[in-house]
């Protein structure tokens, strides 16, 4: 196979990818959504697995994707910069998949073609998470799943 047959992201770095490809290169699994809790004299990072309200966690879909930076300043753009520098950023995310050098997995929605596999294969959060809405703040320690050192 030459280059012309190979897909985009096997033949493109994140930096050479067109916006569109970019988007598609999300598996939307929905794992940059979960909280976060930081450890200010640590600087830890306390993953949790409780999701931001926006996101609806039975779709795994953000309830206001266009509108999400204006309307949840905690969202992360997740750029070319922050797949590098984001350690909690999951090992499965498309993008660290591609920054990293290995190929996507079959449950990629574009190698199997459905956005459905994300969730047959266990990889999105539907299975485990919940909304923070249903949760009291002072209550968040309690649905850490994972640390991390730093960002
Ligand atoms: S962790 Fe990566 S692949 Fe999963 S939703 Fe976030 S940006 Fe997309
Ligand atoms: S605003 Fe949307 S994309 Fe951003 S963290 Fe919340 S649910 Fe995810």
Known sequence: MDGDTLPF??????????????????DGCARCCLIKLEDEDTGKIHLTRLTCSMLTV????????????DLMPDCINIDVAKVRELSWLP??????????????AWWHPLVSGTPETVHQAGISVRSFAMNEKRVKEENYVRYIIEDFEGE
């Open 91 to 104: 090992q499965t995310c498309g993008y660290r998949v591609v920054e990293e050098g290995r190929d996507l």
């Open 58 to 69: 039975r779709t795994c879909r953000c309830s206001n994707y266009p509108e999400r930076f």
């Open 9 to 26: 992201w096997k033949t493109k770095t994140l930096d050479e990818m067109t916006p569109s490809e970019w988007e598609s290169l999300c």
